[in-house]
């Protein structure tokens, strides 16, 4: 591959100092850091040591290892790696001096910590706060505000449990459930980062984070924006060690306030350490009209776009009541692409545009079997996750991060897999995964083979109790429901025609990193609180909500939709002076 003079200049770039890549969407971000890595590796001579390339998520490390494949022409190997920032935290930093920061005595030789979702429900505190007593999951302290902040699933407790002062007995107690927990053996990733931190911190282990940074004396991040301020406090800890930290990313495209990132106070750690800059200015995604619009969203520089793609202006499309008013009207615009995807800010949004509820409870169980039924690689895996999660909320089984929504019971992830995709067999092969009958048979049909699922060999004993229960589950079709066909209601997203809707749903966070040849960008009804609304996302470019309209509109090569609710006058001049086209 023929690569740019700033996308060759950061591949040169030294690796004996802090270097941060700024990238704007469409850059080729990817493409250049496994240029990069490939690079490294090939005149890598300080061996046993190694680079570790670091993600967020493990679909990001699975499409930068085949990146790096491609050029390498093997899989990456010893003594390099390509983890999540979470796993090499777990792996790198905690796991082998776990049992001195924990006090965990192991069970049957066995001292690796568990990691449990922020879901479960165990190791509550012996006194209640608001009424409640609140597991050891379901907070963490927080170095940007200094105090523990709850996240219990509920968000009216959540206001309630994150405005009570914290301190005296409360405190001691919070800190204590936490140390139970970890004595347990187990923790969420939260409690691993602060692990990291307080053993980062203990002059005791000064010599085994030397050890480690003489390991891996170059870490590459990538989506540096994302780094919460637990993480960056890992950073800046490793650095005084020796570690030398690349940064990938762009501080725009930070969309995880949720997670606690925060793209100011990356910028301050990164001038703090003196990275030194390099930058990619052109998108080679999208037309320049696209690329203009996502600069005066987010008030950047010129970027240039790919000169090789048509410069179609975006446009504006008005609806009335719904957003789902515009479907006709946008597969009408859209038919000659293949991959347009509608893209909201939340579910909410989302419900109404599809005009339906999110699915759950017995649709929940509904969509995993026809799913599984329906035979394709993709719908199995989601079914197999779908059911999972199904299962697990229905018998409150107490589970762990890996999976999907593994009880803490099991051992083996791959045993759990395995039955999951057992039970989905079974309950397609006695008909649950026909969707051409009416919800009351289909209910019937599937009450009897889940009555019949403790029976089958290939439960594992290690859940064997817990699916007892089973025996006597009753299921009903939702209110309304019953006369109606299954089909109707799992599969709306088909046209009149009996046709496959070539039109994607899914929200920002869902989309980050993807390219799309539409992308139809939906405002809610309102503005408020949530920052689904157009104008939440004009009124300030510093915040999370004009970076979310920035991620969205940079996915679509070929044509940008926002769909708003109608426009007064006085907005019309404020959209079309961003670059839209109005109707």
Known sequence: MKFTREQQDYIDSPLDRHVYLKACPGSGKTEVVAAKVCKTVREWSRYPSGIAVLTFSNSATDELRGRVRKYLGEPIGLPHCISTFDSFVL????????????????KDG???????????????????????KISACRYNYDLETARFVFST?????????????IAGDTLKDLVATKKRLWQGGFATYGDIDMLALMALKDKRFDGYFS?????????????????????????????????????????????????????????????ELKFKPYELTANWRSGQAIVDVCASIIGTGKITGNPGIPSVQPKILEYQRCPSELLTTIRAMTQAYSKVVLVARG????????????????????????????????????????????????????????????????ESKLAWRKFIHDSLKFMVANGAGNPDQTWSAWVRTAKLAIRKLPDQAFIPAEIRDELE????LNLVARPGQGAKLVSVRLMSQEDQDGQPDNLRYETIHQVKGETHDVTVV?????????????????????SEATRFAYVASSRPQHMLIWAVKKLKPADRPVLAQLGFELP
């Open 347 to 410: 579910h909410t949004t989302l419900q109404r545009l599809r005009n339906g509820e999110t699915f759950e409870g017995i649709e929940l169980l509904a969509v995993a079997c026809i799913s599984a039924g329906a035979g394709s690689l993709k719908d199995i895996k989601e079914s197999l996750k779908t059911f999972a999660k199904w299962l697990a909320e229905k018998l409150e089984l107490q589970v762990t991060k890996a999976g999907p929504y593994c009880p803490v019971a099991m």
């Open 91 to 106: 792996s790198r930093l905690v796991a082998n001096i776990a049992i001195e920061l924990t006090s965990y005595k192991g």
């Open 469 to 472: 229960s089973l025996r006597a």
């Open 211 to 271: 050890r480690v940074a003489c390991r891996f004396p170059v870490l590459i991040v990538d989506e540096c924006q994302d780094l919460s301020a637990e993480q960056l406090q890992i950073v800046k800890r490793l650095s005084a060690f020796g570690v030398t930290f690349h940064f990938i990313g762009d501080l725009n495209q930070s969309i995880y306030g949720f997670r606690k990132s925060n793209p100011a106070r990356v910028g301050r750690l990164m001038e």
């Open 153 to 165: 699933g509920e968000r009216g407790l959540d206001n309630q449990l994150n405005a009570v002062e």
């Open 110 to 132: 066995d001292f690796r910590i568990r990691i449990l979702e922020k879901t479960a429900d165990i190791y509550r505190t012996h006194h209640p706060i608001c009424d409640r």
């Open 522 to 542: 939906v405002s809610s009804l309102k503005s408020g609180k949530y920052h689904s609304h157009w104008q939440d996302w004009l009124r300030d470019r510093e």
